[in-house]
């Protein structure tokens, strides 16, 4: 203990050196540096995570908004999760159910406090006006105008009361503009920002990707721009706004096929399992499973072919370079695939991996929660009566934590409300009168 005290003084000495010396270059800002730096020395001293000291309070709800907050909570923010008395819509996503939650509740929650509160009472506006007042970030995905048509828009009120809040807002496309306040749905936003398109067989009907691709992205996008609004926070001393649209993040996924359409003017093709600008990168028959090869260059080609004896097809004309296999794909898959049906397809990948030549086979979700790389990784959580995705993010000094499973809904009202110096009576009061929910 006396050696992290030790080191706490010095890293007060030094932060408040560093403070100090920002003073001289600008006086006007010595009280938010302060107020950050001491924020961060706390948070030194007792440190759970990367993000310990953070409070942050989230109205959001279904995917994108929960995905960005229990990415920040696993990495040790303070994350209160305001329900409206019905809780989440997505408690009710099954089945599978646990208990009376479904599984899609529990698989973005965890690691964050539950209350409920009716936030169409001006009781309700005011208990969450009270969590704010020490909080560092407001995460909502309301349909854009909702905290202005309760008395609470950001501009008008939030940043005047309350000016070093980050807000961020997840909305479909953003408040103006032709669509400007619409909802916005993942798979609605699949087909209207290019995705569908461009997935599905050759050929085929337009395919939506089989996972919630966009509302991931978006949360991830949302937990980027919150971090970075808290980092130019210690400079400035304010926050502001981020805005996060559903619709902005479909689109920058269009990679490669927006570049090439910039480049060609011709519009990107369904191409199946096929890329469209490398070959060979496809998924593969062999003699069992098929197998995906992802062979980025001529060696890793080379390489392939030595392993496989197919020791003519790198001197093919058609083969030569990966521009000549891109035009030639078709041939060239099934050259490939009369010298893959001699093997197994898994040993098959096993082997070609190890020896560079990128290559997986296609597991099933069930091979993959059992591979043990996955274990050795850390991606499952196991807490009691709960499993979840680990963080993929790995620090050295502050690792992700997993302390608490998905809240029950309201499960911490009263631990919540009574921090906030609420009485017992007065907490009772408000269940009574459906102000809340515990």
Same mark, same amino acid.
Not at 90 to 109: I, M
Not at 192 to 209: F, P, Q, T
């Given at each position: 203990m006396e050696l992290i005290g030790s080191l706490a003084e010095q890293s007060c000495r030094e932060e408040l050196s560093k403070s100090w010396g920002g003073l001289r270059e600008s006086g006007n800002q010595l009280f938010s540096i302060l107020a950050d730096r001491l924020g961060l020395i706390v948070a030194m001293t007792n440190q759970t995570g990367a993000l310990r000291g953070l409070k942050i309070i989230d109205l959001s709800r279904v995917l994108g908004g929960p995905y960005c907050s229990q990415a920040l909570a696993d990495h040790g923010a303070?994350?209160?999760?305001?329900?409206?008395?019905?809780?989440?819509? !997505?408690?009710?996503?099954?089945?599978?159910? $646990?208990?009376? !939650? @479904? +599984?899609?509740?529990?698989?973005? %929650?965890? %690691?964050?406090?539950?209350?409920?509160?009716?936030?169409? !009472?001006?009781?309700?506006?005011?208990?969450?006006?009270?969590?704010?007042?020490?909080a560092d970030v407001l995460l909502e995905n309301f349909k854009p105008g909702t905290l202005a048509r309760w008395g609470i828009g950001y501009e008008e009120v939030l940043r005047q009361r309350f000016p070093r809040l980050v807000h961020c807002a997840v909305s479909g496309f953003g408040a103006d503009g032709p669509l400007g306040g619409l909802p916005g749905y993942d798979a609605a936003i699949q087909a209207? @920002?290019?995705?569908? *398109?461009?997935?599905?067989? =050759?050929?085929?009907? =337009?395919?939506?990707?089989?996972?919630?691709i966009v509302d991931m992205v978006t949360g991830l996008n949302a937990m980027a721009g919150i971090l970075l609004a808290l980092h130019e926070r210690q400079v400035s001393g304010r926050g502001q706004s981020v805005d996060i649209a559903l619709y902005d993040c479909g689109i920058s996924l269009l990679h490669p096929h927006l570049?090439?359409?910039?480049? +060609?003017? &011709? !519009?990107?093709?369904?191409?199946?399992?096929?890329?469209? %600008?490398?070959?060979?990168?496809? *998924?593969? &028959?062999?003699?069992?499973?098929?197998?995906?090869?992802?062979?980025? %260059?001529?060696?890793?080609?080379?390489?392939?072919?030595?392993?496989?004896?197919?020791? $003519?097809?790198?001197g093919d004309?058609?083969?030569?370079?990966?521009?000549?296999? +891109?035009?030639?794909?078709? @041939?060239?898959?099934?050259?490939?695939?009369?010298?893959?049906? =001699?093997?197994?397809?898994?040993?098959l990948a096993e082997r070609l991996i190890r020896l560079g030549?990128?290559?997986?086979?296609i597991a099933t979700v069930e091979r993959v929660v059992e591979h043990p790389h996955t274990r050795h990784r850390g991606m499952v959580v196991e807490l009691e009566g709960y499993r979840g995705i680990a963080s993929p993010v790995k620090l050295s000094r502050t690792p992700a934590s997993y302390r608490a499973a998905p809240p029950v809904l309201g499960g911490d009202t009263r631990e919540v409300l009574a921090e906030l110096g609420l009485s017992a009576?007065?907490?009772? @009061?408000?269940?009574?009168?459906?102000?809340? &929910? =515990?």
């Open positions: 303070e994350v209160i999760k305001l329900e409206p008395l019905g809780g989440d819509e !997505t408690r009710g996503w099954g089945p599978p159910f $646990e208990g009376d !939650t @479904a +599984s899609y509740f529990k698989g973005v %929650n965890r %690691n964050k406090k539950g209350i409920a509160v009716d936030l169409a !009472t001006a009781e309700g506006i005011e208990l969450l006006l009270r969590l704010l007042e020490d209207m @920002a290019g995705l569908m *398109s461009v997935n599905g067989e =050759a050929g085929g009907e =337009a395919l939506r990707i089989g996972l919630p570049p090439n359409y910039f480049a +060609s003017g &011709r !519009t990107p093709r369904r191409s199946g399992n096929a890329h469209p %600008n490398i070959a060979p990168y496809d *998924s593969y &028959r062999t003699g069992t499973e098929p197998i995906f090869l992802a062979v980025g %260059n001529d060696r890793q080609f080379a390489r392939l072919c030595e392993y496989l004896g197919a020791d $003519e097809l790198p004309p058609r083969f030569a370079d990966n521009g000549k296999r +891109s035009v030639n794909r078709e @041939a060239l898959k099934r050259a490939l695939e009369d010298y893959l049906a =001699a093997h197994d397809g898994r040993e030549v990128p290559c997986g086979a009576e007065a907490i009772d @009061a408000l269940v009574r009168r459906g102000i809340v &929910r =515990a």
